[in-house]
């Protein structure tokens, strides 16, 4: 199963689980986003074509990181004292595609978080290791 998206005039074939390298937004790392504008679906021998659009279809997303790749420009020219070095940085936001969800299908909610364990009742807690004080073995 896959899908192709635009987001930002550009198209991503994805499948569920695939990571995309998106342009970068200004959001938290673990926030969902949501693309509606999927230009094609396919599952086995279900095939939709939109036109441009396929109507009703999403693909959730989480934020997964905000990597940047560095690009150093620089130019030279013998014996003539001249040397330049310019730097510039670009910024992506990387995402991991949760769900392909098509046309009245609720995105799954999400597992409740665990507590942390407890320590059995009428035990203290470990205590932390502590290293000894400095001059003592």
């Known amino acids: 199963m896959y899908a192709v998206f635009e987001d930002g005039s ?3 074939r ?7 390298t998106l342009d ?5 790392e673990g926030t969902r986003l949501e693309f509606n504008r999927v230009l094609l679906y396919q599952n086995g021998d279900d095939t939709r074509i939109g036109q ?3 109507e009703g279809l999403r693909i959730v997303a989480e934020v997964v990181d905000h990597p ?10 013998r014996r003539k004292n001249y040397r ?7 910024w992506y936001t990387k995402v991991q595609v949760r769900y392909i969800l098509l ?9 409740p978080p665990t ?10 807690p470990p205590a932390p290791a502590s290293s000894p004080a400095p001059g003592q073995p």
């Open 24 to 28: 970068y937004r200004d959001v938290a």
């Open 52 to 54: 441009p659009l396929v």
């Open 10 to 12: 550009r198209q991503y």
């Open 68 to 77: 940047s790749t560095k690009l150093v420009i620089q130019k030279f020219r």
């Open 115 to 124: 507590p942390p364990a407890e320590a059995p009742s009428g035990q203290a």
């Open 103 to 111: 046309p009245g299908q609720e995105t799954p909610a999400a597992p």
């Open 84 to 90: 330049r070095l310019k730097g510039h940085r670009q």
């Open 14 to 20: 994805v499948s569920e689980g695939d990571f995309v």
